[in-house]
């Protein structure tokens, strides 16, 4: 390995420790080295990450952590790489102030696709699963404090699909650890990780977009509420999981998407399944 890559991740962290977060310096120079971020290693090498990570102060650096941690993840090529890669993935569930990450959403983005990428080459989508639902529910109650607000829907009341639509006023934001959770839990096909993502992910109101990037907001809502009526599905509950597929439609569009397109097929499955009537588009 040669020394002028392991510097580049020298210079990643100390990029971040002159730019604390909430400064100009932050802004200006470590926000757009991140977003432009490429991983300098061409293959895993847990001596550069594991230094990298060492070396970076969680109170200050989360987001460089969570962007190593995700390069960490998508370099793994065996079983011992990823339980070296996991245990960064820990970290950030446990001590990291993840609401304050939201504001560069797409280093959340980077390590929600490495972590899709871990759970699909080895077939380890509870372990992913079980990991995002961990990070989720820490998000939620964090961004939840900082506004006040109670994480909880109503529960099952006939305002239901009020209480769990976007609401503006709500603290918890949408981001694609949020999507990537749901999306997971389906594929872990577990009733107890379907139990605790719907308690502490679906049943939670959501503002509407959060901070991800513009182009990727109405996608990331579609998927959300896409899979989680799949998810409400493997508990059994259909009238929920219509009402989830129906906010799919929530957004104003010229076409319709494969999502979209998904949903309906869902829609009308589900209709005929519950009521023997065909699903009508909202």
């Known amino acids: 390995m040669s020394t002028e890559r392991a510097l580049t991740y020298e210079n990643l962290v100390s990029t971040a420790q002159a730019a604390p977060a909430g400064t100009q310096a932050f802004q200006s120079t470590l926000v757009p080295l991140l977003k432009n971020w490429r991983t300098p290693l061409g293959a895993f090498h847990a001596q550069v990450l594991g230094n990298a990570l060492d070396a970076v102060d969680l109170q200050t650096a989360a987001l460089v952590f969570m962007q190593i941690t995700a390069d960490a993840l998508n370099l793994a090529t065996t079983a011992e790489h990823v339980d070296m890669a996991f245990i960064a993935v820990t970290r950030i569930s446990r001590e990291v102030d993840l609401a304050q990450l939201a504001g560069c959403p797409e280093v959340m983005l980077r390590l929600a696709q490495a972590l899709e990428r871990v759970g699909r080459e080895t077939q380890g989508h509870v372990r992913v699963c079980e990991a995002l639902v961990e990070m989720v529910g820490r998000i939620n109650t964090q961004m939840a404090a900082t506004r006040g607000q109670p994480t909880k829907a109503k529960g099952k009341s006939a305002s239901r699909a009020e209480s769990l639509a976007a609401n503006s006023n709500q603290g918890v934001r949408l981001t694609p650890l949020h999507t990537e959770c749901l999306k997971q839990c389906v594929l872990a096909r577990r009733r107890e990780l379907h139990q605790r993502v719907m308690r502490d992910v679906v ?42 597929w129906h906010l799919v439609f929530a957004l104003p569009a010229r076409h319709a998407s494969m999502i979209q397109v998904i949903a309906y097929k869902r829609l009308l499955i589900v209709g005929l399944a519950a009521n023997g009537q065909k699903a009508r588009l909202p």
Do not use: I, K, N, P
């Not at 959060?210 to 907001?217: F, H, I, K, V």
């Not at 959300?224 to 219509?242: F, I, K, P, S, T």
């Open 203 to 244: 049943q939670v109101r959501l503002d509407a977009f959060g901070d991800l990037t513009a182009q990727s907001r109405a996608r990331a809502f579609m998927e959300y509420h896409l899979y989680a009526g799949m998810v409400c599905v493997g508990l059994d509950d259909l009238e929920l999981a219509q009402q989830m």
